[in-house]
């Protein structure tokens, strides 16, 4: 592709242009190389290794200097993704964007998976990475840099995928990773601090989740939006300037309107009122707060054009996401769950949750990641201490940060936990204090399969640990 086709512009010199990256290292001959400005560095530093490596042109803010064909852009990051989309220009037909501070991966795994059971070829985009009958990828962002995200996108369409449920995060969002991408529906799950150690305050971040509705939604989209959060009139109020229809869900909300949530021992019995037309459904999802999560799912697969009475019968088919209030294990009438929660809203979304289902005492193990936002710790041990029995506070991934101290800010939130560090003992821990219709969720790291320490990597699975130790008990039991 001519590198005046690429940018959109008339260029006195018209490269070819054979592919594209914003990391000099990855540069080959022909390629363009996008030297965007990061927190750590300036790419434009980097423009003399991307000559060297055989770039055709760059990619830049004002100011910078090359012997190649330039593209100058104020806005570098937002002009690489319309490149990326020019490049790569196939999606699928339906692309639904959904932003939030939790619940996004439940729903957009929800979503596919009603849209698979209406023969629809689907997938979902986020923190597992791209999952879906036709088509599997890891990824390494919730939301991909453009390059990959649109190279993703292309490939996906390729392989038949024709409706999308994406998760968008702030970070994408204000970074414009996800520009481009053909928006038709946008969901919005709910907000609540997070990520504060990236934005600049809650009202930045707040901005950021906005975008999705006031720049990228297509205007002949569909808003479908949690009504049950208190922020949810501002997303609304986005959407609707851009003259788009609105779905309300949840408890609040006046299309999907959840009228009754009944827990019990397999799941969620859950009273519905669908654009006039009351449902009861069964849906084998634990945590009440799942219901909210598959109603947004449904209303998503509706704005797509699905009947509803099709969509609202598939969810009592939903099948439960990995590391998302995922039953580990049983032992001695007692259960474990491992959950991501990971801010201090979902930890008490999580904990309300289990409680209907805990007969006897609701344990609690919970951390916090190192390098990102402080101010939450303690939120996040007085979330645990208002809503579970016992509290245990141990490592999550202390990245660069010293684990003791990461772990005296959360017990700040709640001074009668008991400390233990090392997570695989504080999980053994955890689980030898189960009795008969206990109930401990381990919180923080749900899905993930490494935990980050000192700069490594280190192998860890809360589910796999947590059926250890249970498996541990059992026979110590056994034997005694």
Request: glycine share 10%; hydrophobic share 45%; with cysteine.
């Amino acid at each position: 592709m001519r590198l005046s086709q690429l940018a959109g512009e008339a260029l006195t010199t018209d490269p070819d242009i054979r592919g594209l990256t914003a990391d000099s290292r990855a540069v080959e001959r022909g390629f363009l190389f996008a030297a965007l400005p990061g927190v750590l560095a300036d790419g434009a530093k980097f423009i003399p290794q991307a000559e060297e490596r055989g770039a055709a042109a760059i990619l830049a803010r004002p100011g910078a200097r090359s012997t190649l064909p330039l593209v100058i852009d104020r806005e570098p990051r937002q002009r690489l993704a319309h490149m990326a989309a020019q490049f790569f220009p196939r999606q699928p037909e339906i692309i639904a964007g959904i932003t939030g501070t939790n619940g996004k991966t439940s729903t957009a795994l929800f979503a596919a998976q009603l849209w698979e059971r209406l023969g629809r070829k689907s997938a979902s985009l986020g923190t597992l990475g791209v999952r879906g009958e036709a088509f599997n990828a890891n990824l390494t962002h919730t939301t991909p840099e453009p390059v990959t995200l649109h190279k993703m996108l292309d490939e996906m369409t390729a392989a038949g995928v024709t409706h999308l449920a994406m998760e968008v995060s702030s970070h994408g969002l204000a970074q414009h990773r996800a520009d481009a991408v053909k928006f038709k529906i946008a969901a919005f799950t709910n907000l609540t601090q997070d990520h504060l150690d990236y934005h600049q305050g809650f009202d930045e971040y707040l901005n950021a989740k906005l975008r999705l509705f006031s720049a990228l939604l297509d205007e002949g989209g569909v808003a479908v939006i949690n009504k049950s959060s208190k922020y949810a009139e501002q997303f609304s109020d986005a959407a609707e300037k851009r003259r788009v229809k609105v779905i309300g869900v949840g408890a609040g909300g006046q299309d999907l309107k959840q009228i009754k949530v009944a827990p019990h021992a397999a799941g969620l019995d859950v009273s519905v009122d669908a654009f006039g037309t009351p449902y009861n459904l069964s849906l084998p999802l634990v945590g009440a707060f799942q219901a909210e999560n598959a109603l947004l799912a449904a209303g998503i697969v509706i704005a797509s054009g699905a009947s509803i009475a099709d969509v609202l019968a598939g969810l009592e088919n939903l099948t439960p996401v990995p590391g998302r209030m995922q039953l580990a294990a049983r032992i001695n009438d007692a259960a474990i769950y491992v959950d991501y929660a990971h801010t201090p809203d979902a930890v008490a979304t999580a904990l309300k949750g289990l409680r209907p289902h805990t007969k006897g005492r609701l344990i609690a193990i919970i951390g916090a990641g190192g390098d990102r936002d402080k101010a939450k710790r303690p939120m996040m041990g007085c979330a645990a201490k208002e809503n579970a029995d016992i509290v245990i506070v141990t490592d999550d991934n202390p990245r660069n940060e010293d684990p003791s101290a990461i772990r005296r800010e959360i017990i700040a939130g709640c001074p009668q936990a008991t400390e233990i560090g090392d997570r695989r003992q504080a999980i053994a821990a955890g689980t030898a204090m189960l009795k008969a219709g206990d109930v401990l969720l381990i919180a923080g790291k749900g899905h993930e399969t490494g935990q980050v320490a000192g700069g490594e990597t280190f192998a860890f699975n809360d589910v796999e640990v947590a059926q250890a130790a249970a498996d541990a008990l059992g026979r110590s039991k056994e034997l005694g």
